[in-house]
């Protein structure tokens, strides 16, 4: 790997260590033109393919810019965003493929952002799962509703 600083084609590994369970990978090199040290990060790239075929690297970034536009308005703010794309980057490593459908990641999704906040989360669900009708949203309120009283219940016996 060229060097940062230097700009020399060629650098030497100087150490190599496994962080996250062995998922990524941290290499310690040194330049052997200027002596300076570098880290790299070498992890599997998680590939995400759309409805059309193409595939993208998953980006936190990209989870986090759609959740937000559901969020707007609502008392929801960065950092529980960002909280909530690891979330869903960690659901999806967990099912061990490199590739993943985009509508598994939407999937992923939900989840957390019901636990978030609410409205949010019907926002998301009903362009996501294209909700036509009013009977949609009332079912899925249904559904919510039903879920924060398990939650509080939950709560309670806690
Ligand atoms: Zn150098």
Do not use: W
Request: aromatic letters at 6%.
């Amino acid at each position: 790997m060229r060097c940062p600083f230097c700009r020399h084609a060629d650098s030497r590994v100087v150490d190599s260590r496994e962080v996250d369970d062995g998922q990524v990978i941290r290499r310690r090199r040194s330049c052997p033109e200027c002596g300076r040290r570098f880290t790299t990060v070498e992890e599997a790239i998680l590939a995400v393919v759309k409805r059309s075929g193409v595939t993208e690297p998953f980006s936190r970034d990209k989870v986090v810019r759609g959740v937000a536009r559901a969020c707007q308005g609502r008392p929801v703010n960065e950092d529980q965003l960002q909280l909530l794309a690891q979330k869903v980057e960690e659901t999806i490593r967990a099912t061990g493929s490199a590739e993943i459908p985009s509508h598994e990641v939407g999937l992923a999704i939900l989840g957390p952002l019901r636990e978030l906040d609410g409205v949010a989360y019907l926002r998301f669900a009903s362009v996501y799962r294209s909700f036509s009708s009013v009977e949609d949203f009332e079912k899925e309120i249904a559904d919510l509703r039903a879920a924060m009283a398990d939650g509080a219940a939950q709560r309670d016996e806690q």
